[in-house]
């Protein structure tokens, strides 16, 4: 899979060098289209993971303070997206994209410490594997402010950008395995595992984006994002865990007021003056602390415990094809 997208990012675009723009086609400001569309693939890899603070009663030494980490590491996936814009006006534009890509070869570290004697000390520590599912969506309103400010001078387009995102990752962790247990290396083989979890995000995006031309045919462009008012919510499946219910969910995890960035940066090449390719990098992380993480219990009480901090990255080359008409 990655090496034929890394032969179509190289190809592609040497197909088409030699194709002239037609001359009776302008292409500018006053021949522009109102509608674009446009279809990517994201060669992405991604980390996620959350953390939560406990206390657990042990019937022999007591009540100990606990922490535990979660931490999901190389979940590459090849993400399709699909996205059209319309122009209503010369200063304004309505835009949306979905995306949506499978995950494999992923990796799940799960580590418990517990406090003592103002030390700490790891529980346990385990391993599994990881596959799922990624799916993102955008909406945005985009202002162009070269026709509104009109001291704005700088060359090319630039638009202000307020929208709004949703991202999912819905994980899948098997063949697991025990690397620490009571502070001292094991090989413990987690039989059965078979646990789900899903992180949800959506987020207001509020920021710039440009392009400034390089030569007849090229074009940079380029997003500046910040992510505001981020609001996480999780869901989980721990099968292997008797003190949990046995339906799902297991537990939910909530937290909001997070933060977070969005870069993106490409070359667009004009094949003709209604067809284009692009090829580019794109990177955004968010995070969010001080929610909350709720277990249901097999007995039918609840568990509270503080999710101190939730995390996810995600981030590569991507390759697209567009239109404009």
């Not at 446009?38 to 922490?67: A, C, K, M, N, Q």
């Not at 949506?100 to 385990?126: C, H, L, P, Y």
């Not at 500046?224 to 981020?230: C, P, R």
């Amino acid at each position: 899979m990655w090496r034929g997208c890394i032969i179509m990012l190289v190809v592609v675009p040497l197909l088409f060098c030699g194709t002239p723009l037609p001359a009776d086609e302008p292409d500018g400001p006053a021949a522009e289209p109102a509608f674009r569309i446009g279809l990517e693939t994201w060669l992405s890899s991604g980390d996620s993971s959350w953390e939560i603070s406990f206390r657990e009663l042990f019937p022999e030494i007591g009540v100990l303070d606990g922490r535990s980490l979660l931490e999901w590491e190389d979940l590459d996936s090849l993400i399709y997206r699909l996205h059209v814009e319309y122009r209503f006006t010369e200063w304004f534009r309505l835009s949306a994209a979905y995306g949506f890509g499978r995950i494999d070869d992923g990796v799940n570290t799960d580590t418990d410490w517990f406090a003592q004697e103002r030390s700490e000390i790891m529980f346990a520590k385990s391993v599994a594997e990881t596959s799922g599912d990624v799916t993102l969506l955008d909406l945005n309103a985009a202002f162009r402010l070269n026709e509104l400010l009109d001291f704005f001078t700088i060359p090319g387009d630039w638009d202000a950008v307020v929208g709004f995102r949703y991202y999912e990752e819905d994980l899948r962790d098997r063949n697991g395995r025990m690397t620490v247990f009571l502070n001292e290396p094991a090989a413990i083989p987690l039989d059965g595992l078979d646990s789900t979890y899903k992180f949800e995000w959506s987020a207001v995006r509020l920021g710039l984006r440009g392009q400034i031309p390089v030569t007849d045919r090229i074009r940079a462009h380029g997003e500046a994002m910040a992510l505001l008012g981020i609001r996480f919510e999780g869901e989980g499946f721990w099968n292997l865990r008797e003190d949990f219910r046995d339906e799902s969910p297991n537990f939910e995890q909530e937290a909001s007021s997070g933060t977070g960035a969005e870069l993106k940066a490409s070359l667009v090449y004009d094949f003709t003056p209604r067809f284009h390719g692009e090829i580019g990098y794109w990177w955004f992380r968010m995070r969010a602390k001080n929610g909350s993480d709720t277990i249901f219990f097999a007995d039918g009480s609840l568990g509270v415990s503080q999710l101190d901090e939730v995390k996810t990255e995600r981030h590569g080359f991507f390759i697209g094809l567009g239109g404009r008409f």
